[in-house]
């Protein structure tokens, strides 16, 4: 079974910008859909990015689009999410999760799509 570590969470200013690396590890990443989720206080969990193997195929919610960048190194067995203009509302705890799919073309936008998850990592939006 594949681990996950989520990791580049911190404090930041809104407008500012953060970049999150989920690394994978105890199998190879490469035909592994990752997803990244969040989830604020008193907030259900939302799918906000994922990543397929093949193209690849990618989907971000409407929330982040435009401000938010999924990609992968398999060679790093990362899967990274760069935040920029970040906004309070951004404030969440942050998951990835990985589902095996050897077509390489799942793009999962739903928590229970997901076999494996990360502990998650704290963003904080704050003057």
């Known amino acids: 079974q594949v681990q996950l570590a989520a990791s580049g969470g911190g404090l930041v200013q809104p407008g500012g910008s953060l970049r999150l690396s989920c690394t994978a590890s105890?199998?190879?990443?490469?035909?592994?859909?990752i997803g990244w989720f969040r989830q604020a206080p008193g907030q259900e969990r939302e799918g906000i990015s994922c990543?397929?193997?093949?193209?690849?195929?990618?989907y971000y919610a409407d929330s982040v689009k435009g401000r938010f960048t999924i990609s992968r190194d398999n060679a790093k067995n990362t899967v990274y999410l760069q935040m920029n203009s970040l906004k309070p509302e951004d404030a969440a705890v942050y998951y990835c999760a990985a589902q095996l799919d050897p077509t390489g073309r799942l793009v999962a936008t739903k928590s229970s799509e997901y076999g494996s998850w990360g502990q998650g990592t704290q963003v904080t939006v704050s003057s």
């Open positions: 105890g199998v190879a990443m490469d035909f592994f859909t």
């Open positions: 990543i397929s193997t093949n193209d690849p195929g990618i």
